[in-house]
């Protein structure tokens, strides 16, 4: 089983930054895929997506100020989210697929107020 931890929610005021961190722990066989996904509602969006080899990529809405990166030796994935808009508020779940399957954090709440 594969437990994931995600942390570095919290309120800020629009223009400011958060970093999300995300630790994946337990029985991890091949982890090449993690993302970060966002829920206001259903269904949960595709924020930013990271291959074991640092290749990433993130949604358009968040392009240029949202950066995702991995450590692979720490089995951890972050999320620097700058320049923080309203609409970015949600909650954030981190998704992990290894060879046995895919996993979920619990996610963390962040509010960014105008």
């Known amino acids: 089983q594969v437990q994931l931890v995600e942390s570095g929610g919290g309120s800020v005021q629009a223009g400011g930054s958060l970093r999300l961190s995300c630790t994946a722990s337990?029985?991890?066989?091949?982890?090449?895929?993690m993302g970060w996904y966002r829920q206001v509602g259903e269904p949960r969006e595709l924020v930013a997506t990271i291959l074991r080899d640092g290749r990433s990529n993130v949604a358009a809405s968040v392009k240029g100020r949202f950066t995702a990166s991995r450590d692979n030796a720490k089995n951890s994935m972050y999320l620097q989210m700058n320049s923080l808009k309203p609409e970015d508020s949600g909650v954030y779940y981190c998704?992990?697929?290894?060879?046995?399957?895919?996993?979920w954090g619990q996610g963390t709440q962040v509010t960014v107020s105008s």
């Open positions: 998704k992990l697929i290894d060879s046995h399957g895919t996993y």
């Open positions: 337990g029985s991890i066989v091949n982890a090449n895929y």
